[in-house]
């Protein structure tokens, strides 16, 4: 019924989270099943709830987009600030593990995501795993986010470079100077 990749993936991650197979089974169906339902339900804030409900820390008026993808195993090491936005299919992951024959060199690491209040995230970005984002900053569209990024930040690319620092103070100057934006 499952590889031996399937066996030795469900045995760490199940020993990770100091649970039975048997229970960590159980919890990663009820997760698979919300993230499902959370992927394509048509109100933002319904793919909220359904993610908080999968373990992911979101503060007050979190916006997720369509497709989004956070952590399938780790969904409670996420922490999202109030009035963040997270653009349509953007990946947040919380672990990373190599091969089963890689496993010496690529062990299993779990390290917690921190998104700031009033980040904004814009779509096809991926965050892995120990990155934080500063409040306030912006994640250009399609970014690759490998570092932490400090607050009022402007960070694009892949992997993701800040560009820019936010003068909050003076929003009609920064949009002059924006051009096209993030």
């Given at each position: 019924?499952?590889?031996?990749?399937?066996?030795?993936?469900?045995?760490?991650?199940?020993?990770?989270?100091?649970?039975?197979?048997?229970?960590?089974?159980?919890?990663?169906?009820?997760?698979?099943?919300?993230?499902?339902l959370a992927y394509s339900a048509p109100v933002p804030s319904w793919r909220a709830?359904?993610?908080?409900w999968r373990g992911v820390q979101m503060g007050k008026n979190v916006y997720v987009?369509?497709?989004?993808?956070?952590?399938?195993?780790?969904?409670?090491?996420?922490?999202?600030?109030?009035?963040?936005?997270?653009?349509?299919?953007?990946?947040?992951?919380?672990?990373?593990?190599?091969?089963?024959?890689?496993?010496?060199?690529?062990?299993?690491?779990?390290?917690?995501?921190?998104?700031?209040?009033?980040?904004?995230?814009?779509?096809?970005?991926?965050?892995?795993?120990?990155?934080?984002?500063?409040?306030?900053?912006?994640?250009?569209?399609?970014?690759v986010v490998t570092r932490s990024i400090p607050p009022k930040s402007v960070a694009?690319?892949?992997?993701?470079?800040?560009?820019?620092?936010?003068?909050?103070?003076?929003?009609?100057?920064?949009?002059?100077?924006?051009?096209?934006?993030?």
């Open positions: 019924m499952f590889s031996d990749l399937e066996k030795h993936e469900l045995a760490e991650a199940a020993a990770s989270r100091h649970e039975s197979r048997f229970r960590f089974v159980a919890r990663f169906l009820k997760n698979w099943v919300l993230e499902r709830s359904l993610h908080r987009g369509y497709g989004v993808i956070f952590d399938r195993v780790y969904p409670d090491q996420i922490t999202i600030g109030d009035d963040a936005v997270i653009g349509d299919r953007c990946i947040i992951s919380a672990h990373s593990c190599g091969t089963l024959p890689q496993k010496t060199l690529f062990p299993r690491v779990v390290k917690p995501v921190r998104i700031g209040k009033g980040v904004w995230v814009a779509p096809a970005s991926i965050i892995i795993a120990g990155v934080e984002i500063g409040d306030l900053s912006v994640i250009g569209t399609g970014s694009v690319g892949v992997p993701a470079r800040v560009i820019k620092t936010l003068d909050l103070e003076n929003p009609s100057e920064m949009a002059a100077s924006s051009g096209s934006g993030a």
